[in-house]
């Protein structure tokens, strides 16, 4: 630590209120940036104040979307230190979606060195209360300025930090789910299996129908077949069925959830068998009608476990676990954040404190 | 004219050398900027020095891509009048583009008649060499400072204007094209249809392998079968097959050219029948197996006209039209930079000339 040069805040800002936090709403004091060159290659990174960054309006970001982005929690465990959740997966899959959105690959320690030191200097504002945590978000984005679709000779790879508030202020609770059979957030052979932006982009229209028709999230098809379960909303998707566990395959278009990997570890811990395989979205409702659907729950970084209650499927509706939190969602809510918290032991070695 | 407020640079730039201005590489002296907030709506679009712009880093298109572009050009007509190019069509796309997008809509003539204001201020920087003229780059750009991926409450609007060179140097000739059949650029369902950032960095990967293989652009076959033929690089095709002129339809995938709307006018005013329908690479090869494939090219702002010489599917390659620039390839380039220029009567009311 201290190798990292850091130009601090003169007057560090207001805190807002811990209750009323949200999501990435709030931005702490300082953030971390790394600049890359062709000539020079990735630079040192260094801490400087948060504030607006200034972009030629020619940026190629702005244009061509050539970004990758990454999001990853640190808490306050219960005996004050402070620990991050498997943030070696998240330098790994950045420099995966590095790779396909063809931006030079970084030193994933020399970045997680970064951000070690980032959330070290504005402890003060991870957030204490019950399920609140300090949202990581580190990106990369193309700030050459030229107008030609081809890969970028400058970037900026930043790391930004978000005190945000518990997903559910009232409990985990199951949500609604419309399946979304016109819209297609991602292909195989596209961009569905990488951090970036232009998967969102596309998913932004989807998710406002889906709202107006009373539902809280989409559930994706593959573009292909419009057959296959691919995920919900921006999490991916298990289903227990007759006793095991399915999720869908990582076929291509498909996010390798950081969730997703811990959820299949601690089941299989468990005893449960878990399948990653191909589900069509027929085999899910016909499952349902037979009674033998017994849970639905999407995993990701700022829900961590988010129960499915109904799903629609053009005329048919199925209510799951009774519309409520299924067993074994809230057992895994409650031992994965359990973990984070430094509340249970952490029997997998996922979290990585942070020495002062 | 005269209504927007125009904030002059005090010392105007240097030019650059006209021989050497290459594609989107120097900006003129001013820029258009509209901002739109949810409260206000889509303010007055004002004229502004070109000039960096100041986003937070949390600005919601570095995160999740909500972005849409448009690209246009203006030109020096033989006797110094300037006049734009079907821009009508550019600001109608523009707009449903943002529908795709969830981006609010705008007034297509208050934005035209801004872009109109700001080439003739920096028309000092029209380049009047062969085949030279201004690129025109408006663009919509998500600044909401949140992460959370839904439609933001806060875009700018911005037009930015480059003077290009020819895109050949040495006079229109023959491109060799490789049939992609592993990376997909967009998908019925997804965002192909719209010109949003995130369809341009799924490209850029597939871009660089065909380089590294020796071919100058790639030819996009659809995200379901692989089968049928979608695009060019970032244009649209064109292939005349025993005398008859076929092109892709737009499926929803497919970006609605204004080059290929004005190709498909000008060659049916020829007489040429033009079909637009589903072709699969396999009849296209086939074609060229039996000797039927006369002439194949892309069409679109930057280039117009692109020849296809060569391209190689798989084990195969073909040779299109001897590996020479086609017949009705030359005809559409000359006869569609002839209006350009305003060396041909303007006879499908095309040219919208800025008066001063
Ligand atoms: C599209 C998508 N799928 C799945 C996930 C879940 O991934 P993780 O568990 O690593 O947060 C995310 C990110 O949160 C995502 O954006
Ligand atoms: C993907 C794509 N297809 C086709 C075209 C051609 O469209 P236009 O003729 O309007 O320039 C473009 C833009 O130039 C494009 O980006």
Known sequence: MGKIQIVRREQPKTKPDPEKLGFGQYFTDHMLVMDYSAETGWREPEIVPYGPISLDPSAMVLHYGQEVFEGMKAYTLEDGR??????DMNMKRMNQSCERLSIPPFDPETVLEGIVELVSLDRDWIPDGDDTSLYIRPFIIATEPCLGVRAAKEYKLIVILSPVGSYYPEGIHPVSIYVEDQFVRAVRGGTGAAKTSGN???GIKAQETAKEQGF????????????YIEEVGSMNVFFKIGGEVVTPALSGSILAGITRDSVITMLRSWGLTVTERKISVEELFEAARKGLLEEAFGTGTAAVISPIGTMKW???QITIAGGNTGEYAKKLYDTITGIQKGLLE???GWMKEIQE
Do not use: C, T
């Open 82 to 87: 402070i620990a991050l959740f498997r943030p």
């Open 314 to 316: 053009e005329q048919e």
């Open 346 to 348: 952490d029997r997998f």
């Open 216 to 227: 809280s999230q989409v559930l994706w098809l593959d573009g292909v077949e419009k057959k």
């Open 200 to 202: 969102y982009a596309a």
